[in-house]
């Protein structure tokens, strides 16, 4: 197995729009085709729009975009700028009377950094679509991780930048892919299991750890810092079904799981993506632990991309100045 490009999974293209004064953006990732999707959702608050049709029972057999997208529940209304784009194009499921693009999007909370009173929109949206392309999509602070942050248990006063990140794998004719908007309550940990993101020490001098500063409350109520999310879609040139589409986004949450602890809090929305752009014959259970893996190294880029904004450390940065 070797590391890829991102964009040699083949089938889609990504695109970013953002405004960096606000501190919110979206991502849409457009398939080339209408394509098979599963969707598996842990976290305890997620702001969500077309998450039904990607029910194994839903009758939609695929989607045509998925958009990730700041701005909490405002943000949803951003959608309708991926249908518009699509619809100008012809392109959605034939109804007969008329083709309606089929667009998921899931929602992070970045409100609490830069302008709360601006959220992606449909415009927004729509830039994105016109942006997307087959390059490598830039990481970090663009797009939906433009305004992205981790540790916040004590507060935005001792949380660190985070962003968007990918990694991409191949093992065989086999390609997985992750792409990644982080946007937790907890820390985030390397691949050496050492933290190198998260709640910082009273002084902002150093890294301390959420989980010990939590299980330190737990004889109190000390409640959690609400507004996060992870946000992540796979894709991958096998060819599967929604059915086993959703198993491969479930197995995929352990990647979340190495990388982010805590993960998967009341306040935390996590919700992953899977999407199908191929016709190689695969065995979901391959793709899950590439997917996972991908993953966890897509939220490890996502943090090291990360530049210092909106009074939060970032580690492209950190302490280099």
């Known amino acids: 197995m070797r590391e890829i490009g991102i964009m040699e999974v083949g089938g889609f293209r990504v695109g970013h729009a953002q405004d960096m004064e606000a501190a919110t953006g979206c991502t849409v990732i457009l398939c080339d085709r209408m394509s098979p999707a599963g969707l598996d959702v842990r976290g305890g608050g997620p702001a ?26 405002f943000g949803l209304d951003a959608a309708g700028g991926v249908q518009k784009y699509l619809e100008e194009r012809n392109i959605g499921f034939e109804t007969g009377v008329a083709k309606v693009p089929l667009v998921s999007q899931s929602c992070l909370f970045d409100l609490g950094v830069g302008r709360k009173d601006v959220r992606p929109d449909s415009a927004m949206a729509y830039a994105a679509c016109v942006n997307a392309s087959y390059s490598t999509p830039a ?23 985070a962003g968007f990140g990918v990694y991409a794998l191949q093992a065989g004719a086999l390609k997985v892919g992750a792409l990644a908007a982080v946007n937790a309550l907890g820390d985030v940990y390397g691949p050496n299991g050492a933290p190198i993101a998260g709640l910082l020490t009273p002084d902002r001098a150093g890294l301390s750890s959420t989980l010990e500063e939590l299980f330190g409350d737990a004889d109190r109520a000390a409640g959690l810092t609400p507004g996060n999310t992870t946000l992540g879609v796979v ?26 602890r805590p993960v998967h ?3 935390d929305g996590d919700s992953i993506y899977a999407l ?29 991309s990360a530049a210092s904004a909106y009074g939060l450390p970032g580690l492209a940065d950190w302490k280099k100045a």
Do not use: F
């Open 139 to 161: 990481q970090g602070n663009a797009g939906a991780g433009t305004g992205c942050s981790v540790g916040k248990y004590r507060g935005m006063e001792r949380a660190m930048k």
């Open 265 to 267: 809090t009341t306040a």
């Open 48 to 73: 969500s729009r077309e998450s039904q049709i990607l029910n194994p029972v839903a009758a939609a057999e695929g989607i045509n975009a998925v958009l990730l997208s700041g701005g909490s529940a």
């Open 276 to 304: 199908s752009l191929g016709d190689l014959p695969g065995d979901v259970n391959v793709v899950g632990a590439m997917a996972a893996l991908a993953m966890e190294r897509a939220i490890v880029r996502a943090v090291q």
């Open 235 to 260: 894709v991958t040139n096998a060819k599967l079904n929604k059915t086993q589409l959703t198993k491969a986004a479930g197995m995929t949450h352990n990647g979340y799981a190495r990388a982010i």
